[in-house]
């Protein structure tokens, strides 16, 4: 049994039901009236994806693939287009490939997760979820606060390793995040740690600043562990929307983002974000968090998060 894998299709149902409703009650206004999907069906369709937060760029293209269906087909009723919508939001979704991290790939440990997105987004919240599940499965965690920039940064991340039962290093406020990153590795290794999950400040207002810091990190980083960090996890706010589609534009300018950890997915109505991520950016969704609680944390699943968003069609 792998890591993560206690997932609860329940608590992702619930925790998409805004995002859900506010999509199929306004695909239902759309169809009202309606036998076949149209050009006007198309267009409100597309007005609809937009308000979803699934992003323009994205709309056009699965507005696109919809209508050459229309056109090769003919007549397409209605009542098939919440399916022809779901298939498309499967199709543009990434894979998820790696799903238990069990680490069995990994030869030299620690197993290095630097973790990077902006103040608020729940970044200190989602460490302690991912170090409770790694402990939760045997593994010895580490935690490195090299968020020094921010106050009471270090204090919190120290109240989630305590509460995950794990080890933290942190050399307090305006220290060097470097040194702390460097400190938190080598404790690692020295004490045979099996994964070291690295929090970084979030300072995209000055991007020059934020691309030398990060580098920095992952010089020092290096010297002890030359293909560290194996994991560069960027955390977005799932409710701010539009707004998480443009840092992660911000921060993949900056530093190689190698997955995604979408929060707050239980509190908006803007979960279409997911979509237009991994459409614009070719990234995996790797974590949704789906609830306040420290397991409240699951690996994404395309499959399942498409089920979960069309839930109701049959009502619609």
């Not at 049994?1 to 239902?28: A, H, P, Q, V, Y």
């Not at 779901?86 to 990434?94: G, R």
Request: glycine letters at 8%; a neutral charge; proline letters at 1%.
């Amino acid at each position: 049994m792998g890591i993560f894998s206690l997932f609860s299709k329940k608590k992702l149902d619930s925790g998409l039901l805004r995002t859900r409703e506010s999509f199929l009650t306004k695909l239902g206004k759309i169809i009202t009236g309606k036998t076949i999907i149209d050009n006007e069906v198309l267009d409100s369709l597309e007005e609809t994806l937009v308000a979803s937060d699934i992003g323009a760029e994205t709309s056009l293209k699965i507005i696109s693939n919809i209508q050459k269906k229309v056109e090769r087909e003919k007549n397409i009723g209605v009542d098939r287009l919440n399916e022809l919508v779901k298939d498309e939001v499967s199709t543009l979704l990434i894979d998820n490939t790696f799903t238990d991290y069990s680490l069995s790939h990994i030869f030299s440990r620690p197993y290095v997760v630097l973790v990077v997105g902006v103040n608020g987004v729940g970044k200190t919240t989602t460490i302690g979820k991912l170090a409770n599940n790694f402990k939760k499965a045997g593994k010895n965690v580490l935690l490195g606060a090299a968020d020094t920039f921010r106050a009471a940064a270090a204090d919190q991340l120290a109240i989630w390793a305590q509460r995950s039962g794990v080890q933290i290093v942190s050399q307090g406020m305006n220290a060097d995040p470097a040194a702390v990153a460097y400190d938190a590795v080598s404790s690692a290794v020295s004490k045979k740690a099996d994964v070291v999950i690295i929090d970084t400040a979030g300072r995209l207002h000055n991007k020059a600043n934020l691309m030398n810091e990060l580098g920095k990190i992952k010089r020092v980083i290096q010297k002890v562990i030359a293909d560290a960090p194996h994991e560069v996890l960027l955390v977005l706010d799932a409710s701010t929307g539009q707004n998480a589609l443009e840092q992660c534009k911000q921060f993949t300018e900056v530093t190689n983002v190698t997955g995604i950890a979408l929060t707050k997915l239980d509190g908006t109505a803007k979960g279409g974000v997911v979509v237009g991520i991994s459409d614009r950016f070719k990234i995996p969704v790797k974590f949704i968090g789906v609830g306040e609680g420290i397991d409240d944390l699951q690996l994404f699943n395309k499959s399942e998060f498409a089920s979960s968003f069309f839930l109701k069609a049959e009502t619609v």
